[in-house]
């Protein structure tokens, strides 16, 4: 397996008082010569090649080709039903590192969890036995991947979700290494309040499993639009990436430049499950299997969406002024 990416980890620690934005991991991952940089994003895929989710997969191992891609994005509910059983499931192997084996997809995988994945045992996921066994696979809490191009933050949505505490109905969650009782969100909110203020990217995204605005079966997630919207609307966030309903869509912030972009149909898809076709700042949205891409120079951004044929099914592109820090 050729992987051919620079990672860099720095474990910000109580010490490095320079940062922050001490809590949240960082990683470096390098843009290309020219200093452009593309990833492919894909949300609630894990079932053992079932459901398309094997033909997702093939597409975007052409389109990774096509875009000389630097990294995968997962948007979480990595395995389904239940997440993981522990880090020697082997839904592992079956749902991920014999699905996606494209050339183009040996790169660096950067995962956050869903609430899907809360229903198994969540740090197994987390567990650096994955990442042995499979060096593509990256999933933490909460993180950054910095690529000076592009500063991406990784939030784990699920704990902000009050039902999953309240309502969890037949299911039950693990919060195990988060707290025995509702897990506090307060120093994810705190860590994302400063991490994007020392931002020097040209880009600012953020990924998170649940949605901030969508027409489709969860809708809007109201604790995300309480606490987490505010923080991204003054950090000059450009997008809002997430999976957890199963459809693509783009959806513009009708208050600020912030683009919603769902990605959540790598198998999963609920045909016809959708609510407020008529919403303003709906862009698109497509209730079938697919995927998204995304590429970044200094001044412009594409974003496409595919269904499970590789078709283009919608473009986003969006441009800036080159900005230099004097
Ligand atoms: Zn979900």
Known sequence: MSISFLLTLFITSSLSSLSA????????????????????MLGDWGRRGAFNQSQVAFQMGKVGERLDIDFVVSTGDNFYDNGLISEHDNAFAESFTKIYTAESLQKQWYSVLGNHDYRGDAEAQLSPVLREMDSRWLCLRSFIVDSELVDIFFVDTTPFVEKYFTEPQKHKYDWGGIGPQKPDVGNVIKDLELAPKESRAQWRGVVGHHTIRSVGHHGDTQELVEKLLPILQANNIDFYMNGHDHCLEHISD?????????????????????????????????????????????????????????????????????????
């Open 21 to 40: 934005y001490a809590q949240l991991l960082r990683f470096s991952h390098s843009s290309k010569h020219d200093a452009s940089l593309s990833f492919l």
């Open 254 to 326: 009708t208050e600020s430049p912030i683009q919603f972009l769902t990605s959540g149909a790598g198998s999963k898809a609920w045909s016809g499950d959708l609510q407020q076709m008529n919403r303003r700042g709906l862009n698109f949205f497509y209730d079938g299997q697919g995927f998204m891409s995304v590429q970044l120079t200094q001044t412009h951004a594409t974003i496409e969406f595919y269904d499970v044929f590789g078709n283009v099914l919608h473009t986003l592109a969006s441009s800036k002024q080159p900005h230099s820090f004097m």
